[in-house]
């Protein structure tokens, strides 16, 4: 009789969610905060206060360990599928043939399609909370945009979208889901803003970036006092929602004796790096393991493996206040790829301090070679990543092959971002052989 493996699928109750969420910036010493760009000086609440709300501008600063998650936040994550399972690619350690053993943690299973509806929900809530009934925000390949419009339907708040315009003119049924979930989507670059503007007459055929759609969103909150921003990754409080990602990771690998060797997520912005590998670094820096944790970035956008730590602006703009983080520079405007959740110049500041404090790791990869991960793992597990997510799965395949070399029995744990079944454009040029290199040196 065949007998299910007890890991094969590791699943929660959905009174597992976690009911606080974890705050890295609690343990990491010398954290530098945003600074205004005028005077120099660290920026107040009041620098926040056009495109924000007050519980989000609080919660961004906050330096307490745990934060209680908002029962109504709790409560509707049951109907984003969480908690969501922890997997063991059993099909693909087969093929590998390695002695590794490799789990992943499915962010997937969202309706949405990624982990980014953990966050949109806090901040639909808060914004709500505030009295806030209209928001705006930048996508870069949808999964952002996807999430805050739904969401923000639980909310009744009305969401403008301005959307990176290579991925609107790539991902076109993405714009679909947005406005069939009832949002305004606009393809940024766009006429709407003074900046989208002057973009488009100093660079007509620009294909924008994360930076410039940004710029965009901010601009319109901030010319609105009845409008706010929001934001998808970045942000300290973007990490500390998605933390539920890591905190029910916890769970499960301790309901499963897992001990893991290696984390491993991909990181743009950083949100799901971040949500799925905090609260294992609260363990290390407590001495409790000694897990190795990788980023996995793009060739096109490499901010961690050949960005510089300074102060930087968030948006191509230069509106945002500065902040401490892994940059490429504010003006970089990465190469056109299919992970365009992952096309942003800089990094999260906390996943940048984590870096700078040798909490974890980075490696940087090629879009035809995360491709071909992807393909690989929806050969074997059957399912298709999101192009983001194969960055994650490229790493933790050439890990496996690494154990593999040097015969060593490594558990490896990432985690699957989002699938990518809006993303099948780029898998047939991958098929078809007409998929481009992404790196920045070609
Ligand atoms: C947005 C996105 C990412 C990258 O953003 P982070 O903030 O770095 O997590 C990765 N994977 C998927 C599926 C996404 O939608």
Excluded at 259 to 278: K, R, V
Excluded at 285 to 314: V, W
Aim: with cysteine; proline share 6%; charged share 20%.
């Amino acid at each position: 009789m065949f007998m299910i493996p007890k890991d094969a699928r590791i699943t929660l109750d959905p009174e597992e969610i976690p009911k606080q969420w974890y705050n890295l910036a609690a343990d990491l010493p010398d954290l530098k905060p945003p600074l205004n760009p005028a005077t120099g000086k660290p920026a107040t609440a009041e620098d926040f206060a056009t495109i924000f709300c007050k519980p989000i501008i609080e919660q961004e600063a906050s330096t307490k360990r745990f934060i209680d998650i908002p029962e109504e936040v709790r409560d509707n994550l049951i109907f984003l599928n969480r908690p969501a399972p922890m997997q063991r690619a059993y099909h693909l350690e087969k093929f590998l043939k390695t002695p590794a053993k490799i789990y992943f943690k499915r962010e997937d299973m969202s309706p949405l399609g990624s982990h980014k509806g953990n966050t949109a929900l806090a901040q639909a809530y808060y914004n709500a909370e505030a009295g806030i009934h209209m928001l705006t925000t930048e996508t870069g390949a949808g999964q952002w945009g996807t999430a805050l419009s739904m969401v923000s339907n639980l909310f009744d708040i009305d969401t403008t979208v301005f959307m990176v315009k290579g991925s609107y003119n790539q991902k076109p049924f993405r714009r679909t889901l947005m406005e069939m979930y009832g949002a305004k989507c606009y393809a940024s670059p766009s006429e709407y803003t003074d900046f989208g503007k002057r973009i488009l007459k100093e660079h007509p055929d620009t294909t924008g970036s994360l930076g410039i759609a940004i710029s965009e969103a901010c601009e319109m909150a901030a010319k609105d006092e009845h409008t706010c921003y929001a934001l998808g990754s970045v942000m300290n409080h973007v990490m500390l929602h998605q933390t539920t990602i890591g905190l029910e990771s916890m769970l499960q690998m301790e309901k499963a004796d897992i001990t893991p060797d290696y984390m491993i997520a991909c990181a743009g912005g950083g949100s799901n790096f971040a949500g799925f590998t905090f609260p294992m670094m609260y363990e290390k820096i407590r001495g409790k393991s000694e897990c190795q944790i990788i980023a996995a970035e793009p060739k096109a956008s490499p901010s961690l493996t050949e960005g510089e730590f300074k102060y930087d602006f968030g948006d191509t703009a230069g509106m945002t206040p500065m902040i401490m983080m892994y940059t490429l520079g504010h003006d970089f405007i990465p190469k056109s790829i299919h992970a365009g959740g992952l096309r942003y110049h800089g990094m999260s500041p906390l996943v940048s301090a984590a870096y700078d404090q040798g909490l974890m790791t980075a490696k940087s990869y090629d879009q035809p070679d995360t491709f071909h991960a992807g393909v690989t793992f929806a050969r074997t597990e059957g399912i298709v990543p999101a192009p983001e997510s194969c960055h994650a799965i490229k790493a933790a395949i050439d890990t496996a092959l690494e154990c593999k070399a040097r015969n060593e029995e490594k558990t490896i744990v990432f985690c699957l971002s989002g699938h990518g079944f809006l993303d099948l454009y780029g898998y047939q040029q991958y098929m078809d052989g007409t998929l481009p290199s992404s790196s920045i040196d070609e």
